[in-house]
């Protein structure tokens, strides 16, 4: 059934306009979509933190276009669909138990890409891409009065509850099987909906990332350094990238025999270069050293070559982001790390960052403290018992150190965990957002994404469980989120060092669990090509880049060439209270400063625009006609005296 | 005068010695002019003496005098690279002797220690002196070099005269002459003369009668029973009474109270509820009595006779001294535990410490009466035993949270005014200038800025000022010149100026008022003040020395039930739908209408509703109170300690790109005014940038194309103020250590800046 329906709206092809239609804009809006963009003006509710107007949906919206939208479907009770989109199944009766203003009732609609709560006594509207939810439970059993009851937990903070009448026909499935069906399509055999997604948007972003040129753009290949297609067809390696750029003078067939010494293969290549210094940030996994301290010439050399190939330094730093003692107990996996008397020169440093199974733990612990409720005392005391702060410090701290001995040490660096792609991909890609400003840009910052997250292999797909009913996988962890944690508190400490602004990392985080988008999907660049997933489903970055305004902070300027020394203390590190509590509607998000700053820039636009005619005017008219002239700009200025 | 030119000599040779054991500095200036003050008297001084800059070694540190004059402790570096000074009372060096907290002398080799205060000896010669500061500096000055007797000797004089043994001593009584000369005769229209407003003082009549108008509270009146202050010492001579109560019943009622302190009116909502401040029946047994007599004035008073509502504050915040612990535990943390040792624990400790726990309980206390003064639309009594600590802190934040007027410059300061100086808060007492009592300490005020900090926090457009006025507000509580602060009443202040001794052409003293920024500040240094982010001027403000009265036009809409009350009513003073915000029509789409849960009660269901609405800036305003949103006042608690200074960061980054962009926004206005007003004979010629520089609202001035946008060197997250020369502790772990130094290398002053820019 649904199958035919996707390939009827497919041949259809509804909104093939010349842009992406607003609506279908607006309703990407995914997980924040607990507020829609249909209700009427005045009353729309919902149990989010609607009243942000940083990330409210209707923002991206052109006003015009906005109330025209309100007008027409404000009496409608369907969610705008998407394109090839369908509805799969509805219930009336149910009851929502919102923690924050009890049960509501309404009704029920579940398409192949969201659940839609509308409440029948008000224009509450809780609007949810099923990508998002992480588990389905049947709670307790059936009450005295035949209703069951499911919650619903979800991978962005929050835990939703329903519960309807028994189905007197008894064949017929609960709703929430039916949703269960659609949030977990993986594991029911089905398509995930990014493949079926269908919107065409002005800019391909599938584009914005190519590896050559973003090699090109930091120098390379140059003197020391040269790009090498060892791995075009991932033959050496499966979970790494197929263009890798590699000290000049090692070999390819040494590189294979390197790889050979790395876990998953995955040998040290190049993630940065200072543009002055030359000195490098490489990435890694563990070396196999085992319990026997196994050595490995090649290893040896290799990491010998990428220290020279800074001349400014005849040392090697290599930081191990795990704590010691798992680094050791690595070993016994046939793991470890590089002992300092065989890699001569090398200095070897642990960064302390735990694994994917503590952050976990944390965050869990994190969501106990801040959903639903967040409890008058106690505050600071339980939010330290989570640690998630410690976390973030720890990993802030270890970028900072791999910035400071790039930077002021002009000393190369190699960044290793155990296989390299989520520690690693964190420590790498943040100390290279605090050395090369171009990485804070929006686009830059997208390809910083494409090359250290998704390039190099973090396994998307197994950390956040796409469409996989299996909530208890261990490999499922927030280490991306704690990057984009860390990000935050980077725009937190520089507010005019990045182009992007708050808005633009949630939309992220949303997306990341949506499975609206292809960026995301699978766990490596094989994978994703072997999937075809560019060419099957659309990337995040064709949305963003089609509206960068939204995303974009308006106190930006650019600190080029300057690097961005964070204070790592937890004086200065906040919990992001815009992304994790943003479901409590007590929070008023702080008042939207990029709002107002982007007033200001409208209207110095505005001014501008408006001296640059006066002063066109006054060179060309003639001194006799000046006086008949001079009124009508002085009525177009009103307005604008009423400012600051 | 003091100058010290013989003694130059031989400190130049001493310098040249000194070049053996540290490396070469630039050679040595000549020592800059000590600025000393009309009255102001040089007690004891040492040369050679080392003030400290940096732990880790001694390179940085600077060479110079130490001087203790009766009003400061100054050090005069022989060679310092930033000696030019912003502030025109003190250099980047002096301390006031009313901001030091504690002396502290130590013998290094002896392993001995001792605290100084007035008239004391001292068995060992000091190595060391460090200085802790109730602005929560921490300066440490070593004796090495210095002579025995002359480091002994200037210890033993900072430590004595920083505990005069009488009022007097402060240096506000000796601090006379030029500027009593210069502001005296232009008390009336010359407050701050950089925009031409006046801070009213609420010490005449007509200050209150202006107030009552402007607030429309028209069944209040001023009275003057308190004139010479008759009735009571701790009142000003102004006060506003109900208009049913007689002169004669109010000289009866004071009797009741303590301190013959009758109630005081502070404001009026404009749906007429009034807010009222009271000090305690003295009686129990007259309490109840007393007490219906006010309620039924006040009722009377309120337009539909509502029923009053009292809160008594003693028993629902925490008490001075409550207070004073949690703020010496969280200036510990902040400013003297272990920077790095102390991260482990930072949240808990900070939570232990109470006070972000107190700031938020003020907070709460003050929407709870903006709850009832605007929702319930009842008139409320704020009590507390005297009337002068808590309830300076709620009637003020009250007062801020309902009426924009208070939000703009002009509005605070009279607030504070009106609620702090003339209401009788014990500054004296409560800044304990005089040492005597330290259980009378208490930082209510700054308890009170905190809070406003965190509004401001929350909402950054909606504030006239910045943080750095904030912060600056409350240093200035620290120079003992200004009556502001000096004095605990009124009367206390009216008094003191016939205290001095009177010479021949100066019969009395004159204290100037904190409100006199110029006298602390350059009008350029001022402009750090307005916060370019401000969306003022809607609903009431003061333009030119005129009062504009609130735009009322939904008074006569009232309701006793909230749900049916008018939108206006319950958006704050101004109604949704006659003025819409400025960004109301982007944030109008979102008004989510919660249905009530069950266990909600009226005033949660009140906020509830108005935060489901877009703030209107010009209207009601209430902080967030979740605990996650009370934050820590960084630029306050940690602009001294440079582990804590994030350089070219924090949120002076996006003040700097702000202001530049509103500085341009002026400028392109004012070429526009110069071509529709102009004959075209007088158009502007290109490239010309705006009216004169002094005129300009901005601090960080537009730039130029040919200019770099990135934020200058010397913006750090302590801007303006500058945390070297602090005492420091070990770096942070993986922080180059190279930033703070540069931090304090290319630190310039901002009349330089200002310079560089024009």
Redesign the interface.
Known sequence: MEKSSSVDSLGSKRSSSRQPSVDSLSSTSTSRSD?SAQAK???????SV????EF?P??RVK?KA?AKK?LRDSDKEEPQLLPNETVQDNAQDVTYFCP???A?RGTVIITNYRLFFKCT????VLDLPLGVVSRVEKIGSASSRGDVSYGLVCKDMRNLRFSHKLMEDTLRKSIFEVLMKFAFPVSNGLQIFAFEYGQVFPENGWKVYDAVSEYRRQGIPNESWRITKVNDHYEMCDTYPCTLAVPVNIPDEELKRVSAFRAKGRIPVLSWIHPESQATVTRCSQPMVGVNGKRSKEDEKYLQAIMDANAQSHKLFIFDARPSVNAAANKMKGGGFESEDAYQNAELVFLDIHNIHVMRESLRKLKDV?YPN????????N??STHW??HI?LIL?GA??IA?KVE?GKTSVVVHCSDGWDRTAQLTSLSMLMLDSYYRTIRGFEVLLEKEWLSFGHRFQLRIGHGDKNHTDADRSPVFIQFIDCVWQLTR?????FEFNEYFLVTILDHLYSCLFGTFLCNSEQQRLKEDVPKRAVSLWSYINSQLEEFSNP?Y????N?V?????????L??W?GYY?RW?????P??P?H???K???A??AE??K??DE??RD?TNRS?SS?SDR?GS??RS?TP??T?? | AFAGNDKKKTEMHFTTQLLTFFPAPPPPPPPPPFVYFPGEIVVNEANFVRKCINTENNQDDLWGKLICTNFKVSFIPNDDPHKRLSHKLLGEHDIPLTCLEQVVTVNDTKGKKKVLGSNQKLKFNPTELILYCKDLRILRFCFNEAGPESARKVCLAIGHYSHPADLQLLFGFEYQGRRYHEFKGERVNGYPQRTGLRTPFFDRSSDWDREIKRTSASEWRVCSINEDYIISPSLPEFIVVPVSMADQDLKQYSLYFTDMRVPLWCWNHHNGSALVRMASVVDPLTQRKTDQKIFTAITRSHPHRSEVLKSELDKCLPNILEIQNAFIKIRQICTLDP?EES??????T??NSRW??FVRAFLKQSAEIVYYLDGKNVSVIIQEEEDRDLNCVVSSLVQLMLDPHYRSLIGFQSLVQKEWVMAGHRFLDRCNHLKKNDKEESPLFVLFLDCVWQMM??????FEFTEAYLTVLSDSMWIPLFSTFLFSSSKQREFAKNKAIPSAEDPTLYFPSVWEWSLQYSTKDQTLFNN????GKGAACVQNGEVKSFSRTKQKSFSSTLRGSATSLRNGLRGGEDTLP??G??????????????DESPSERY??EW?????D?HGLLIP?L????M??W?LFF?RW?P?????????I??Y???SQ??D???I??S??RQ??GAS?AS?PL?GQRGRPSEQRNMYFRAYSPDE????PDYLT?SFPFNPAGNLCRRY?????I??FLNGARIWLSTETLANDTV
């Open positions: 507020r003006p005045s009353t729309l509710s919902s149990d609607s009243t942000s107007a409210s209707e923002l006003p906005a309100v924050f203003t009890g509501l006594d008000s224009e509450f801040v967040i409890e008058d005392s106690r505050w600071l005391s939010l330290e702060l410690e410090k701290a900072l150190r400071d002021s400490q520089f507010p005019a060092a106190l300027v650019n600190y080029s300057h961005l020394f964070p204070v790592v203390s937890l004086r200065h906040e919990l209270v509590i409590n509607p007590r929070m008023r702080q008042e400063i709002l107002r700053s007033e200001l820039l209207k110095r001014l501008q408006r001296v006066l002063q006054v001194a000046s001079a700009p002085t200025i604008v005296q400012f600051v | 920077f991260e482990e624990r930072w949240l808990s900070i939570e972000l726990e926090n929350q909402y950054p457009a909606a370019p982010m401000y969306v400025r960004r029509s982007l944030m109008s789409e979102l008004k989510p209408d919660f249905s009530p849960a069950k906020f509830k935060f489901s609405r877009p703030a800036l967030v979740m605990p996650s949103h934050a820590l960084k940690l300690v582990e804590a200074c994030i350089s070219k960061g924090g949120p980054t996006a700097h790109k702000l962009l509103v341009e926004i002026e392109l206005r070429q526009l071509y529709k075209p158009t290109k770099p946008q990135t934020p997250s942070v772990y993986g922080t180059p190279s930033k």
